[in-house]
């Protein structure tokens, strides 16, 4: 079983910035790939960023250019730097992971954490 743990929520002012972290007890990401996904009050959970094999990664239409995924060396934490935040950014952020291939959908991974919320005031 991997348990994984967000951190670095909060609120924040449109315009700033936050870095999210995802760590899963007892192990490393190596064979693993991560995703972010939110979830906003009374909408469907989507895709926020994605890591492709290979070390390349994909992202949710809304956050592009502005949010950006990637792991330490270690491989034992993976981050989400968010910059140029929108109200619309506010929601429930989750990290998940799956192994040997990337998916863009949230059906796909095994193991999820607990979300770490993220509120953007205007």
């Known amino acids: 079983q991997v348990q994984l743990v967000e951190s670095g929520g909060g609120l924040v002012q449109t315009g700033g910035s936050l870095n999210l972290s995802c760590a899963a007890s007892?192990?490393?990401?190596?064979?693993?790939?991560v995703a972010w996904f939110r979830q906003a009050p009374g909408k469907e959970r989507e895709l926020v960023a994605v890591?492709?094999?290979?070390?390349?990664?994909a992202y949710g239409d809304a956050v592009k250019g502005r949010f950006t995924i990637s792991r330490d060396r270690a491989e034992t934490t993976v981050f989400l730097q968010m910059s140029s935040l929108k109200p619309e950014d506010t929601a429930l952020y989750y990290c998940?992971?799956?192994?040997?291939?990337?998916?863009?959908?949230?059906?796909?991974?095994?193991?999820w954490g607990q979300g770490t919320q993220v509120t953007v005031s205007s």
């Open positions: 998940a992971i799956k192994p040997y291939y990337s998916s863009d959908h949230s059906s796909d991974y095994n193991f």
């Open positions: 007892g192990r490393s990401f190596s064979t693993y790939l």
């Open positions: 890591e492709r094999r290979g070390g390349s990664a």
